[in-house]
């Protein structure tokens, strides 16, 4: 079972950029597909982007594709959420997921192993 660490959250101001990480161990992470999602106080769990084992293939939630970019480093055994022209509205807790399901690839991430997030807060 692979144990995922979230990192690089942070209070910031609307209009800038931030980069969140998840360091993971304990299994081979080749293995994975990875995705980042996020909760916002009384919110569902909303999903935010994946990336496919060999990095060939990338999936954003709608309207995200173009301000977040998602990308892995296979040497490193990392996952990173870039964050561009972050606004109030992308204030949450931000979770990444692992998963070796072959399933639809949503679904599959939500069944997988999380992390226990990293908050990020967007001032205005």
């Known amino acids: 079972q692979v144990q995922l660490v979230e990192s690089g959250g942070g209070l910031v101001q609307a209009g800038t950029s931030l980069r969140l990480s998840c360091a993971a161990s304990?299994?081979?992470?080749?293995?994975?597909?990875l995705g980042w999602f996020r909760q916002a106080p009384g919110k569902e769990r909303d999903f935010v982007a994946a990336i496919s084992q060999n990095e060939n293939y990338t999936f954003y939630g709608e309207s995200l594709k173009g301000r977040f970019t998602i990308s892995r480093d296979n040497a490193q055994n990392t996952v990173y959420l870039q964050m561009n022209s972050v606004k109030p509205d992308d204030t949450a807790v931000y979770y990444c997921?692992?998963?070796?399901?072959?399933?639809?690839?949503?679904?599959?991430?939500?069944?997988?192993?999380w992390g226990q997030g990293t908050q990020v807060t967007v001032s205005s």
């Open positions: 304990g299994g081979t992470f080749t293995n994975y597909r």
């Open positions: 997921a692992a998963s070796t399901d072959i399933g639809p690839l949503i679904s599959a991430l939500r069944r997988g192993s």
